[in-house]
T-cell receptor, first 115, second 108 residues
Framework: KAGVTQTPRYLIKTRGQQVTLSCSPI?????VSWYQQTPGQGLQFLFE???????NKGNFPGRFSGRQFSNSRSEMNVSTLELGDSALYLC??????????????FGPGTRLTVL | GIQVEQSPPDLILQEGANSTLRCNFS?????LQWFHQNPWGQLINLFY?????KQNGRLSATTVATERYSLLYISSSQTTDSGVYFC??????????WGAGTKLIIKP
């Protein structure tokens, strides 16, 4: 079974631009979560989607948004990029939302650099 | 919210040594995972262990939920074990709350 895939793997943008990152979960997984990892803040939760609905959102500005499609693939978008948005963005998928079966599996990440 | 503390923050060992990494948490848990992040950033699942003991090769983990801690044991360390080890718990809003990690360096 293929793992979680993320595209692109690396991205360089300039301030003010916008970016879209993509995540394809493990086949059969319906929950997709996004995390941002920076050296200073560690791993922080962005949002979680289940059956095309955002069920939870972390403490990030409205410039960060996402969506999930009917095939469970998810995208996240960051508009008006700032230097501080430079980070590793990680996507995770799981079969169930919540409960004992909610082991999360991560993709390789997208490394975003904002110049 | 849930607090997760990992210790030690850094650990340097010679190849072949054994190590114990600790994760303390502040609330009851029904979902606890250990991950290894390799130098390329990939988070690799090690254990899903809300309670009890599990073993996988040279690695084993124990979670004592009533005392709110989990331990990760690495035996006969290899250089490929180097990286950052994270403990993460899921809160009631289904988001993972992460510890700060233990950075492990295994010297040949």
């Amino acid at each position: 079974k293929a793992g979680v895939t993320q595209t692109p793997r690396y991205l360089i943008k300039t301030r003010g631009q916008q970016v879209t990152l993509s995540c394809s979960p493990i086949s059969g997984h319906r929950s997709v979560s996004w995390y941002q990892q920076t050296p200073g803040q560690g791993l922080q939760f962005l949002f979680e989607y289940f059956s095309e609905t955002q069920r939870n959102k972390g403490n990030f500005p409205g410039r960060f948004s996402g969506r999930q499609f009917s095939n469970s693939r998810s995208e996240m978008n960051v508009s008006t990029l700032e230097l501080g948005d430079s980070a590793l963005y990680l996507c995770a998928s799981s079969q169930l939302q919540g409960g004992p079966g909610n082991e999360q599996f991560f993709g390789p990440g997208t490394r975003l650099t904002v110049l | 919210g849930i607090q997760v503390e990992q210790s030690p923050p850094d650990l340097i060992l010679q190849e072949g040594a054994n190590s114990t990494l600790r994760c303390n948490f502040s609330d009851s848990v029904n979902n606890l995972q250990w991950f290894h992040q390799n130098p390329w950033g990939q988070l690799i699942n090690l254990f899903y262990i809300p309670s009890g003991t599990k073993q996988n090769g040279r690695l084993s983990a124990t979670t004592v939920a009533t005392e709110r801690y989990s331990l990760l044991y690495i035996s006969s360390s290899q250089t490929t074990d180097s990286g950052v080890y994270f403990c993460a718990l899921m809160d009631s809003n289904y988001q993972l709350i992460w510890g700060a990690g233990t950075k492990l360096i295994i010297k040949p």
